[in-house]
């Protein structure tokens, strides 16, 4: 199994993020993220201010934001962001970063390794790669499986990972795990209160990882 630095948990993924991108070349993924909105995404990105490609611009203006939707990109280079369309499993910006941020994405994929190793390229040598993903073993799942005998489960995700196991497939594709923050920024109720003892029940974590 691999050895993994364990740093806490976080309330906040900024906490982790920001002194990554402050003053650093970043690149961020997935920045339209508009498929769990029932309204259209003209709307969503008009009137929602919490994206997290919002905040990391708020601390550097200069990111950059890639995402697959066309559409959405539009807007967003309309509002005035720093955008461009592509797929991060096979895009070649031509251009290396000191971060990239792939917030809550990996698990929409349906290639993984490629998107790794893909990203792997876009580092500097010294750059960070920042992944955020659900836990499959979070408390809550416990509950769901002995009230419905099933986890729930998102309908557009391909794949689940968890600390080590996301190591390991960073290992193969050209990265090295460098540590791991849990995620929790909702308050523990009585279907997750595991967590208040074991950390790895926690809802989501953030894997660090540099080039090999």
Same mark, same amino acid.
């Given at each position: ?5 364990? /740093?806490?948990? @976080? !309330? =906040? +993924? ?5 002194? *990554?991108?402050?003053? #650093? ?12 909105? /029932?309204?259209? @995404? !003209? =709307? +969503? ?5 919490? *994206?997290?490609?919002? #905040? ?157």
């Amino acid at each position: 199994m691999e050895k993994l630095l364990f /740093k806490g948990v @976080t !309330k =906040d +993924r900024m906490d982790v993020i920001a002194p *990554l991108v402050r003053g #650093k070349k970043t690149l961020d993924l997935g920045v339209v993220d508009s498929r769990r909105e /029932k309204h259209d @995404t !003209k =709307d +969503r990105l008009a009137s929602k201010t919490n *994206l997290l490609f919002r #905040k990391i611009c708020a601390i550097n203006p200069d990111t950059l934001g890639l995402d697959i939707d066309e559409g959405g990109v539009k807007i967003l280079a309309e509002q005035g962001y720093n955008v461009t369309a592509g797929n991060a499993i096979d895009v070649d910006l031509g251009e290396q970063f000191d971060t990239i941020i792939a917030g809550e994405i990996i698990e929409h994929l349906d290639n993984p390794g490629a998107f790794l190793r893909n990203m792997a390229k876009h580092l500097k040598p010294e750059g960070t790669l920042v992944i955020t993903t659900p836990n499959p073993f979070y408390a809550k799942q416990i509950w769901k499986i002995w009230r419905y005998n099933q986890p729930q489960v998102h309908e557009e995700h391909t794949c689940w990972f968890d600390p080590f196991t996301l190591s390991v497939l960073c290992k193969v594709c050209g990265l090295e795990a460098q540590e791991v923050h849990w995620v929790r920024e909702k308050s523990l109720g009585l279907k997750s209160w595991q967590a208040l003892f074991r950390s790895y029940f926690s809802e989501n974590f953030m894997l660090i990882a540099k080039r090999k």
